[in-house]
C-alpha cells in the first residue's frame, strides 16, 4: 500500500442535499475534502503529471456529484465519490473522503455535520 498522500482539502460547492424538504428547495453549502493514497515516487522523480493523479480531474468528479445530484444523506455522496475515484483512477490505491455540511438543520446551535468513507483496494 502506498505511503504517499495526494489530498484535496475543502472543495466547496452549492448543492441540494438534505432530509428536509426546504434543504433540497432552498440548498446550502457543503465542503469535500479527497484523501488518496498514491505511490508518487515515479511522478516526483520524473517530475510526470502522468505517473500520479491528476487533483484537477478529481475536483471536477467531486464538483459533478455534489451539484448534479440531490440527495438525502451525506453519507451517499461520500460514498459515491470514494467509489467513483477507485473506479476511474487505477492509481489511487485508497481514497478517504468527507462531506461537510456547515450549521446543519438539528434543532440548535451545531458548527457542521460531516461523513467520512474511506475505501482501499484490498
Known amino acids: 500500500m502506498a505511503k504517499n498522500k495526494v ?7 452549492y448543492a441540494h442535499h438534505g432530509v428536509m424538504q426546504e434543504e433540497h428547495r432552498i440548498g446550502g453549502r ?5 484523501c488518496m493514497e498514491v505511490n508518487f515516487e515515479k511522478a516526483a522523480a520524473e517530475d510526470d503529471l502522468s505517473k500520479t493523479v491528476d487533483y484537477e480531474k478529481i475536483y471536477h468528479v ?11 444523506l451525506i453519507e451517499r455522496l461520500a460514498y459515491l465519490i470514494a467509489n ?24 440548535g446551535p451545531c458548527d457542521r455535520a460531516e461523513a467520512v468513507f474511506y475505501k482501499s483496494r484490498s
Open 84 to 107: 467513483n475515484i477507485l473506479s476511474n483512477f487505477p492509481v489511487v490505491e485508497a481514497v478517504e473522503v468527507t462531506v461537510r455540511k456547515p450549521n446543519p438543520p438539528v434543532g
Open 30 to 34: 457543503y465542503e469535500v475534502d479527497v
Open 62 to 72: 467531486v464538483r459533478e456529484l455534489v451539484t448534479q445530484n440531490r440527495f438525502y
Open 7 to 13: 489530498n484535496l482539502i475543502n472543495a466547496v460547492f
